[in-house]
């Protein structure tokens, strides 16, 4: 009898301590026990890898550039060939009138496109602060120009919600396709306003909100891509402390505007 209980001890032991190693080794009581789904884990890991200090909305044009695939066409598309057939960079940089000596800040400044255009124009003692929240794009523009030669470029590694420009250090802000991108426009506008030195400028070229042909060839749906236009752009800015200082109509589904630090 004094046996059987003894057996009867051992049998239940082992099968509890069975048990338990069985839970321990299986992914699908780990995540009953954590209440949390595998696979949303796994996601949000990868994110915080790459880009640790940056939110990724889903909605927002950025969100492409989050993945290998979504950078390389997004690269490719800045640099395109045929560009210049619509850009008309050589129109706009004569108007930024330019000088040597110049900080020129190009806010999300991606693969550098107008970037080296700007680096040799501020020359002697020029530099431009490119700015983008991409470190993968900021890699590639330092490629390119240091392949031409190019010294006066300085990259910033900046955030959703700040240039993360200094104070009162910069006589330029050029920002070109981008201001749609911006998620949080007002603390952007607030950073490049305490950026610019007094008589500073930003200059904004970007998507009018219509249809237009290079958006149709890349299939991207331009309605919910190009979430601001000229309009909705010039009562932003002037809200925050800038005022209208020129409009250009040159380019053909683009707006280009030039705005220069309000008083106080
Ligand atoms: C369509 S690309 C334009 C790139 C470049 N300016 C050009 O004309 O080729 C938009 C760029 O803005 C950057 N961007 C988006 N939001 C930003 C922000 N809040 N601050 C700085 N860069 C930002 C993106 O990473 C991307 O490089």
């Given at each position: 009898m004094r046996f059987m209980k003894s057996l009867m001890v051992i049998l239940a032991t082992t099968a509890l301590a069975l048990c338990l190693a069985c839970a321990a080794a299986d992914p699908a009581s780990d995540e009953a026990a954590n209440d949390e789904p595998a696979g949303d884990e796994a996601a949000s890991d990868a994110s915080v890898e790459t880009h640790a200090t940056i939110p990724v909305d889903p909605?927002?044009?950025?969100?492409?550039?989050?993945?290998p695939d979504g950078r390389e066409a997004a690269m490719s598309a800045f640099e395109e060939d045929d560009r210049e057939t619509w850009q008309h960079s050589e129109e706009i940089l004569a108007a930024l009138a330019l000088e040597p000596g110049m900080t020129v800040a190009d806010v999300g400044?991606?693969?550098g496109y107008f970037t080296r255009q700007i680096a040799p124009l501020i020359e002697p003692g020029g530099v431009v602060l490119a700015v983008d929240i991409i470190p993968e794009f900021l890699e590639d523009l330092e490629r390119r120009a240091g392949e031409i030669g190019i010294t006066n470029v300085e990259t910033i590694l900046s955030r959703a919600d700040s240039p993360m420009l200094p104070e009162g250090s910069v006589d330029l802000i050029f920002i070109s396709d981008t201001y749609h991108h911006f998620d949080q426009p007002a603390p952007m506008l607030e950073g490049m306003l305490a950026a610019l030195r007094p008589g500073g400028r930003m200059a904004i070229v970007d998507w009018e909100r219509m249809p237009n042909p290079l958006f149709e060839r890349d299939g991207l749906d331009w309605e919910s891509h190009i979430r601001i236009g000229s309009q909705g752009v010039i009562d932003q800015v002037t809200e925050h402390g800038f005022r209208l200082l020129e409009q250009y109509d040159f380019l053909e589904w683009q707006y280009f505007v030039i705005f220069e630090r309000g008083e106080g």
């Open positions: 909605d927002s044009p950025n969100a492409r550039y989050f993945t400044a991606g693969t």
